[in-house]
């Protein structure tokens, strides 16, 4: 069975300052997807990124950070700088297959990210 | 491009009626569908999926039920609602897209539909 643990479940910082959201997954297969979605006050799931599980590059999106290690089951979320407008529920998910073979993703709890000016 | 539309947007129901969300796609032809519930302050459940018109797998036992009547177009019922039943839907749609790392799938959601039972 596969797990995705977030164990932030709610952070505040104040504008500029970097944070990282955890996430750390749990799966028995050798080939899997790991996923981040931001979903603001509107409630919208908004996909930020995904990642294979045979690609351990990290990766950099402005602000955004992504770091991904198989060896501590672990696929951090990062946001440099932090803005006001980043205020937001982040999840982290984790798919063990590809999704239009019907499989599903399995959600963290989420981590509630609160930026104060 | 693809969009996906769900309707209500909001609604409130009286415990023991009954409920019908659409969930529609466009700009796609078969693609796989999902409803998930989001509780207040909690993470997502999801609820069931479709890989083709009418065929439905459902992930959590309960008094929901959904169809999948055509292609683009998933539906969510139930005859009796629930107080537990309240919380936020979204529905869900997904593609397969080839990356210079491979052929990968990625989930894109609905606006979401919030539920108040009282």
């Known amino acids: 069975a596969q797990k995705v643990t977030q164990a932030q479940t709610e952070i505040s910082v104040v504008e500029k300052e970097d944070v990282t959201l955890d996430c750390v997954y749990e799966t028995r297969d050798t080939t899997y997807y790991l996923f981040w979605y931001k979903q603001p006050p509107s409630g919208e799931l908004v996909f930020l990124i995904r990642?294979?599980?045979?690609?351990?590059q990290n990766e950099i999106s402005g602000r955004y950070s992504w770091n991904f290690q198989k060896s501590t089951s672990s696929f951090n979320f990062t946001i440099t700088a932090s803005q006001v407008v980043d205020s937001a529920v982040y999840f982290c998910a984790l798919s063990e297959a590809l999704l239009d073979a019907g499989n599903m993703l399995t959600f963290g709890g989420g981590t509630r990210l609160m930026v104060k000016p | 491009s693809q969009t996906i539309h769900q309707w209500p947007a909001t609604l409130v129901q009286p415990v023991g009626s009954p409920l019908s969300l659409e969930c529609t796609v466009e700009?796609?032809?078969?693609?796989?569908l999902y409803w998930y519930r989001q509780a207040a302050g909690r993470g997502l459940q999801l609820l069931f999926y479709?890989?083709?018109?009418?065929?439905i797998s459902s992930e959590v036992p309960q008094n929901l039920s959904a169809s999948r009547p055509q292609d683009r177009q998933f539906i969510l019922s139930s005859k009796k609602l629930l107080l537990s039943d309240s919380g936020f839907y979204l529905c869900?749609?997904?593609?397969?897209?080839?990356?210079?790392?491979?052929?990968?799938?990625?989930?894109?959601f609905g606006p979401g539909t919030r539920l108040t039972v009282l």
């Open positions: 869900a749609w997904s593609v397969l897209v080839t990356s210079p790392n491979g052929v990968m799938s990625e989930q894109f």
């Open positions: 990642r294979n599980s045979f690609d351990e």
């Open positions: 700009g796609t032809s078969n693609p796989n």
């Open positions: 479709s890989v083709g018109i009418g065929q």
